[in-house]
């Protein structure tokens, strides 16, 4: 009979993860992880068990504030090339444009700083 061979079906054969593990969960429990898969944004169930067991801890994270702060990083740096270019044309400024520049850049830093402080808070996590 083969020398104790193991031989494998043809659904396994096609499989590339061909152990099987069950897994027994209260009500609870589940809910629970359905609460986090639909945090993550997965419905397969199994590939969401696998990560977490394989890394201990899923991080998902939230990029939106990002596409919020290259807006505005671009807004500034428009700002500061028409004010070169008046420099530039007229010899001078106006301290208004100082003024509006100014709080484009504070707009700026206040998002940055509190998604900097965010990230703080997932790293000692």
């Given amino acids: 009979m083969g020398g104790g061979r193991f031989y494998k079906t043809m659904s396994q054969k096609k499989r590339k993860r061909d152990i099987s593990i ?5 009500e609870t429990e589940q809910e629970i992880i359905h609460e986090r898969m ?5 419905e397969n169930m ?22 919020e702060l290259v ?4 807004y ?9 270019k008046s420099i530039n044309t007229y010899g001078g400024i106006y ?3 100082i003024i509006a520049l100014q709080k484009d850049y504070a707009a700026l830093w206040k998002p940055l700083s509190d998604m900097l402080e965010q ?3 997932i790293t000692k996590m």
């Avoid at 069950?22 to 209260?26: E, H, M, V």
């Avoid at 969401?48 to 994270?61: D, E, Q, S, T, W």
């Fill in 46 to 67: 199994s590939a969401f068990i696998r990560k977490m067991a394989l890394n201990g801890y899923i991080l998902h994270v939230d990029l939106s504030s990002i596409k």
């Fill in 71 to 74: 807006s505005l990083q671009r």
């Fill in 76 to 84: 500034c740096a428009n700002n500061m090339n028409q004010i070169a």
């Fill in 38 to 42: 639909i945090e993550l944004g997965t």
């Fill in 22 to 26: 069950k897994l027994w969960i209260s």
């Fill in 119 to 121: 990230l703080v808070r």
């Fill in 95 to 97: 301290p208004q444009e």
